[in-house]
């Protein structure tokens, strides 16, 4: 009889045991829990695109979208730096050949004023102000002079004074993105705004305030006054 029972309840544990086994294994249609939706209900997502009803063919899902009234684009990490939080839009294209370049260069001399807010004039020149120390000074010196360490040691020349260019802020931008010369092109060190913003720095601090300004009109010689004359 003991050997009865051991061998019943050995089959017991081992139809038990597999029981558990298949079920475990088996293909689930609806987990308890589902805590990776997107893992077994894959969805499409697109910036642009508004989820209908993610998800909603499964009564065991954790709603998607639902804060964002379905978009399916998300916002930037908290801590990440934007690309474009100027909201400036370059539609400058490369100049395919030595033509398209001076046409662009000249066309960039009638711009005298960036398309960044005004208002944030101080606050963008003082940046203007850093990234030209960073950036530009160690040719162009931090005196817009052409006078950096870089030509004082010797190493190149040939690097102009502000002062005696005839340049605009539009020209300014259309050389940092660019290049002239033998000046290389920034536009992947500096962004769209951030060229601007040197720009705007670069003319008011070693141009503006020696552009020549139209003399005033002198003024009429006063009269001799000869009632008192004897």
């Not at 009889?1 to 019943?8: F, L, Q, T, V």
């Not at 360490?149 to 260019?165: E, F, L, M, Q």
Request: net charge neutral.
């Amino acid at each position: 009889m003991p050997k009865m029972k051991n061998s019943i309840l050995k089959i017991t544990a081992i139809f038990g045991l597999t029981t558990v086994l298949l079920n475990s294994c088996g293909p689930k249609d609806n987990p308890p829990l589902v805590y990776f939706p997107d893992m077994y209900f894959p969805v499409a997502y697109d910036p642009l695109m508004k989820a209908k009803d993610a998800y909603s063919d499964h009564e065991n899902e954790i709603p998607a979208f639902v804060a964002r009234n379905g978009a399916t684009g998300l916002s930037p990490v908290e801590g990440t730096v934007p690309q474009n939080k100027d909201g400036i839009v370059s539609e400058e294209t490369l100049p395919k050949n030595v033509d398209e370049y001076n046409a662009g260069y000249d066309a960039s001399r009638l711009v005298t004023a960036s398309p960044l807010n005004p208002k944030n004039l101080e606050k963008d020149l003082a940046r203007g102000k850093v990234l030209f120390d960073h950036t530009c000074s160690a040719c162009h010196g931090t005196g817009g002079d052409g006078q950096g360490p870089i030509v004082k040691s010797g190493a190149y020349s040939g690097v102009p004074n502000y002062a005696d260019r005839d340049i605009t802020i539009g020209s300014i931008h259309y050389v940092l993105t660019n290049g002239r010369n033998a000046m290389g092109s920034y536009a992947g060190q500096l962004n769209v705004g951030d060229r601007w913003r040197v720009a705007l720095y670069v003319y008011n601090t070693f141009k503006a305030p020696t552009a020549t300004v139209a003399p005033t009109e002198a003024a009429p010689a006063a009269t001799e006054d000869k009632t008192n004359a004897k």
